[in-house]
């Protein structure tokens, strides 16, 4: 779809995949779009390196890092992610009403209550090691964020609770109603952003965060690189420096990655959803942005 900024991830994630789903779906013309707009849908895009002569039309992206956004003429925000996207971006409070992915229509309640609970890390979290082997050690079924997200949902459904590195995993688990909770696997995971969604729907921002990374193999100057950006705390705010491996993992850094995991998933009070009439409302308020996009542009739209 040439009319639609996402993140294409090579090797696939499927939150950003979502958008393939989702947009031609409510909008099944919109290949019919101007050349001279683009549709900012799912995932954290508004990073600053934006065309300042197309139409940007937003319809629920984030940033991911403070003083990211950079203002234009020809920029038409319908929502935005959350508060700190919005505030970033100096637009109103209400124009901050959540991720666009809930409005997938493959995300409606139902999963087995008597399931295993699920790991979804990040995807190059996923890449930099073997979960399975961790998750299997944990008692946990984890879950390869590089799947299609036909396939990610369909796993999602057979957990009872879901562990999620994943910005998208946790949207999507809360969607559906399974209970969730937040994890920090690896250095990459991204503050700015789960506070930014978690703000929307009322949640706090109290992940579980392991005492190492794990990783197959580092080379000796990216070792040495991540230890000096851990010395001077690079990008603390948002990120988590002290996670940047130094050097391959262990068979114990696994094994006591495994034990953290075990045990914090064993207790079900550190899962929760959303209250179902916070999605149901956010919805509401999308579909009601998506229907005005689609008159304001020219397109059919075809609600969820």
């Given at each position: ?212 990374p794990l990783v197959r ?58 209250d179902p009439r916070v999605?149901?409302?956010q919805r509401q308020l ?19």
């Amino acid at each position: 779809m040439k009319r639609l900024k996402y993140c294409a991830i090579e090797g696939g994630n499927f939150g950003d995949d979502i958008n393939l789903q989702l947009w031609g779906r409510l909008f099944p013309n919109l290949a019919e779009l101007s050349d001279k707009v683009l549709l900012y849908g799912v995932g954290t895009l508004l990073d600053g390196r934006h065309d300042p002569s197309l139409r940007k039309v937003v319809l629920g992206s984030g940033i991911g890092e403070t003083r990211a956004a950079l203002a234009d003429n020809n920029w038409d925000f319908r929502w935005v992610r959350g508060p700190m996207t919005a505030s970033e971006f100096g637009l109103p409070a209400h124009s901050a009403i959540g991720d666009a992915a809930i409005l997938w229509p493959e995300l409606v309640p139902g999963h087995d209550r008597q399931g295993p609970v699920g790991l979804i890390p990040h995807y190059a979290t996923w890449d930099a090691y073997d979960w399975e082997r961790v998750a299997t050690q944990a008692g946990m079924a984890v879950i390869n964020p590089r799947q299609s997200p036909a396939q990610v949902i369909a796993q999602l459904r057979g957990c009872s609770r879901i562990l999620a590195e994943s910005l998208h995993g946790a949207i999507c688990a809360d969607a559906i109603g399974i209970p969730w909770a937040a994890c920090v696997l690896a250095h990459r995971f991204n503050a700015f952003k789960w506070r930014d969604w978690l703000a929307t729907i009322d949640r706090p921002f109290a992940p579980l965060i392991v005492d190492r990374p794990l990783v197959r193999q580092i080379a000796p100057a990216k070792g040495l690189a991540n230890a000096v950006a851990r010395i001077f705390k690079y990008k603390q705010r948002t990120r988590y420096p002290a996670l940047r491996p130094v050097a391959p993992s262990t068979a114990s850094d696994a094994n006591r990655v495994s034990l953290l995991l075990r045990q914090y998933a064993s207790y079900p009070g550190n899962f929760a959803c959303s209250d179902p009439r916070v999605i149901a409302r956010q919805r509401q308020l999308m579909g009601r942005h998506c229907a005005e996009f689609a008159s304001e542009y020219r397109l059919r739209f075809v609600p969820a």
